[in-house]
């Protein structure tokens, strides 16, 4: 019986976590006029979500298109195939790993950050504070970080993507002896602008924003205790790990369902 | 106020590189800069088996690339594969007997679309038909006739 009443109270805080989800994003998508007409303000986040996060991506995107490269060279040579390295470490790139790494290691560097500081904000009952004067928190605090992510994730993914391929070209062509004209051609003979570059911008776009969300949610939704907004930091961490990958799932079916 | 210097300096530099880094993925790693040339004409060949030639797949010409395959549609009426060819408008002194062959880049590589072209003094012009076409080589075809023909020469 304690079964079934845990299910049922579960669904319906699930449920009521969902509504309150959802309503906070349309309180996020109302502030944005006020935002656009501020811009320093989605300046100041830019910066903190964004170039904060710029030498973790580069760097990160530099190793793993390094990994992929000789990984790669491993398995094509032993089929005599090394010329097409480029294709598999740029597909690879542009179409997954690219949209997806950068934005888990998004959600790690810059979700926590924003969870956690709205959290400490609403613990210090600074958000109270500005709704005593009159200033809507959402607009004011939350929907500048929203923006910010959203603008930032398809940025730092195309460059993970790029610097992984000179990562891969490095290690293919520098070190192991991989021709570097036919790893450029092969490259773009076989990806293709739309299907693939495109799709990946839009999975990017797709990440970063569910991960503002979630994060930002995470944050304003957290109870004002310390014990309270370090839970919602690692829900923010997880959760966002497990919509990216989960989506991705989706989105990869449904963009190249079809080849 | 330099501080907030500093960090709009800081943010012009990441959106420059951040859209730099789609640049390079737009112009530089997919086929994006091949598109721009769009000016081509468009010609036909019929195959009596195209075998596995797909929509974009290369043609060339002395192995150099000049266009790629536009469609490929089965013929009701003569049962052939009709197989349409864009070729970039830079190259438009093919002769009219041409020859188009489908093959096989090294043994188990794409397939792509060879032009061979002949003597004639008059050129393939938009919507032209290539008359002389060679079917792709059917690797299970080959081993068939190849077994086929050991066993006879067993039997003499």
Same mark, same amino acid.
């Given at each position: 019986?304690?079964?079934i ?6 669904t319906?805080a699930s449920?009521n976590?969902?509504g309150r989800?959802t309503?906070f ?5 109302s ?7 501020r811009?320093?303000? $989605?300046?100041?986040?830019m ?6 996060s710029f ?6 995107g530099l190793?793993?298109g390094?990994v $992929?490269?000789?990984?790669g060279?491993y398995?094509l040579s032993?089929?005599?195939a090394e ?8 597909a ?9 790494v950068s934005?888990? $290691?998004?959600?790690?560097r810059?979700?926590?950050?924003l969870?956690?500081?709205i959290?400490l904000m609403?613990a210090?009952?600074q958000?109270?504070?500005?709704e ?6 959402v607009?004011r605090?939350?929907?500048?970080r929203?923006?910010a #992510?959203?603008?930032?994730m398809p940025l ?11 990562g #891969?070209q ?5 070190l192991?002896?991989?021709?570097e004209g036919?790893?450029?051609a092969?490259?773009?003979s076989?990806?293709?602008f739309?299907d ?11 990440? #970063?924003?569910v991960?503002s ?5 995470e #944050?304003?939704?957290?109870?004002p205790t310390?014990?309270?907004v370090?839970?919602?930091t690692?829900?923010?961490v997880v ?5 990216i990958l ?14 | 106020m330099?501080?907030?210097r500093n960090?709009?300096t =800081?943010v012009?530099?990441?959106v ?5 880094g789609? +640049?390079?993925?737009a112009?530089?790693v997919?086929?994006?800069s ?5 000016d ?9 088996n195209?075998?596995g030639?797909k929509v ?11 266009g790629?395959v536009?469609?490929?549609?089965f013929?009701?009426?003569?049962y052939?594969?009709?197989v349409q060819l864009?070729i970039n408008?830079?190259?438009?002194t093919l002769?009219d007997?041409?020859?188009a062959?489908? +093959?096989?880049?090294? =043994?188990?590589?794409?397939q792509?679309?060879?032009?061979e072209?002949?003597g004639?003094?008059t050129?393939?012009?938009?919507g ?7 079917s792709a ?10 077994? +086929?023909?050991s066993a006879?020469e067993?039997?003499?």
């Amino acid at each position: 019986m304690d079964f079934i009443e845990n299910l049922g109270s579960g669904t319906r805080a699930s449920f009521n976590k969902l509504g309150r989800g959802t309503h906070f994003l349309i309180q996020i998508f109302s502030g944005v006029i006020s935002v656009l007409l501020r811009p320093r303000l $989605l300046l100041k986040q830019m910066y903190s979500v964004g170039v904060m996060s710029f030498l973790i991506i580069t760097i990160s995107g530099l190793f793993v298109g390094m990994v $992929l490269g000789l990984q790669g060279y491993y398995t094509l040579s032993d089929f005599g195939a090394e010329e097409t390295l480029g294709v598999m470490v740029a597909a690879s790139l542009v179409r997954e790993l690219g949209p997806v790494v950068s934005a888990l $290691l998004f959600a790690g560097r810059a979700g926590s950050a924003l969870t956690a500081e709205i959290g400490l904000m609403k613990a210090t009952e600074q958000l109270s504070g500005m709704e005593m004067m009159a200033i809507d928190p959402v607009k004011r605090i939350v929907t500048p970080r929203f923006l910010a #992510g959203l603008i930032s994730m398809p940025l730092l993914a195309g460059l993970f993507s790029a610097v992984g391929i000179m990562g #891969g070209q490095i290690v293919g062509c520098g070190l192991l002896g991989v021709d570097e004209g036919a790893y450029w051609a092969q490259m773009q003979s076989n990806i293709d602008f739309y299907d693939d570059i495109i799709n990946g911008v839009i999975k990017s776009i797709v990440f #970063g924003f569910v991960t503002s969300w979630i994060a930002l949610f995470e #944050g304003y939704d957290s109870i004002p205790t310390s014990e309270g907004v370090s839970r919602a930091t690692t829900r923010t961490v997880v959760n966002s790990a497990f919509t990216i990958l989960g989506l991705d799932f989706i989105l990869t079916a449904l963009m190249f369902g079809d080849h | 106020m330099q501080h907030t210097r500093n960090q709009d300096t =800081l943010v012009g530099l990441f959106v420059a590189s951040g859209i730099a880094g789609l +640049f390079f993925l737009a112009m530089h790693v997919s086929n994006l800069s091949s598109f721009t040339d769009e000016d081509s004409y468009t010609i036909t060949a019929k195959f009596e088996n195209s075998g596995g030639l797909k929509v974009k797949s290369p043609v060339s010409a002395a192995g150099v690339k000049i266009g790629k395959v536009t469609s490929i549609t089965f013929d009701p009426k003569t049962y052939k594969s009709v197989v349409q060819l864009s070729i970039n408008s830079k190259y438009n002194t093919l002769p009219d007997d041409t020859t188009a062959s489908v +093959f096989t880049a090294g =043994l188990l590589g794409e397939q792509y679309v060879n032009l061979e072209p002949g003597g004639s003094d008059t050129f393939l012009k938009k919507g032209g038909e290539i008359e002389i076409t060679q079917s792709a080589i059917i690797l299970e075809k080959a081993i068939g006739q190849f077994l +086929f023909k050991s066993a006879a020469e067993e039997k003499k």
